[in-house]
């Protein structure tokens, strides 16, 4: 089966870091490009960060660009989000997404998410 | 950097057909991507570049494109349609992806 499972996500203090990992499983890994796109309480979707299959590609939003690193072990099938300088509004549910290759590089496959919580 | 607007809530009686917008500047040039998010779960891929479905999607969804707006159109509407729908496209002069504000589907 075709699965991305999150993990990592807590309540932290602004200001801290936090490291959210995405282990996959059921594809080969290393051939597909992956995303974290993030949701706040209440909020719509918003995209976090891109890295390719080789991880020589990585792009960032702008909110986040600066404080937070993508990467990826594609040993361990595993996406990685150190998150630094968090602020209240990181406040979010975490989803790492993998682009398929069938889809044009539509987002196919979810994560359920991990909570990410940045309050004083 | 590039705006996809999607209004924020449609309502349709079931078994009528439910059509949500995403406009975005030449967005017809673009490949469009739509998601249903349902409370508490993560979002589903439903449509792809513009209009193709993967096949675990039923055939009630469809997309088409054209110069400044995207539409999802959901025909015979069912209760369990009622989500949230996000639009995206990829920004090639930011390298970015964009996801539309959401419009929320309520079956009444």
Excluded at chain 1, 19 to 27: K, N, P, Q, V, W
Excluded at chain 1, 45 to 61: D, M, P, Q, T
Excluded at chain 1, 91 to 100: D, M
Aim: aromatic share 10%; with cysteine.
């Amino acid at each position: 089966e075709v699965q991305l499972v999150e993990s990592g996500g807590g309540l932290l203090q602004p200001g801290g870091s936090l490291r959210l990992s995405c282990a996959a499983s059921g594809f080969t890994f290393v051939t597909y490009e992956m995303n974290w796109v993030r949701q706040a309480p209440g909020k719509g979707l918003e995209w976090v960060s891109y890295i390719s299959g080789s991880g020589s590609s990585i792009y960032y939003a702008d909110s986040v660009k600066g404080r937070f690193t993508i990467s990826r072990d594609n040993a361990k099938t595993s996406l990685y989000l150190q998150m630094n300088n968090l602020r209240a509004e990181d406040t979010a549910v975490y989803y790492c997404a993998r682009e398929g290759k069938l889809t044009n590089d539509a987002l196919d496959i979810w994560g359920q998410g991990t909570m990410v919580i940045v309050s004083s | 950097s590039y705006v996809l607007t999607q209004p924020p809530s449609v309502s349709v009686a079931p078994g009528q057909t439910a059509r949500i917008t995403c406009g975005g500047n030449n967005i017809g040039s673009k490949s469009v991507h739509w998601y249903q998010q349902k409370p508490g779960q993560a979002p589903v891929l439903v449509v792809y570049d513009d209009r193709d479905r993967p096949s675990e999607i039923r055939e009630r969804f469809s997309g088409s494109n054209s110069v400044n707006t995207a539409t999802l159109t959901i025909s015979r509407v069912e209760a369990g349609d009622e989500a949230d729908y996000y639009c995206q496209v990829w920004d090639s002069s930011s390298h970015h992806w964009v996801f539309g504000g959401g419009t929320k589907l309520t079956v009444l």
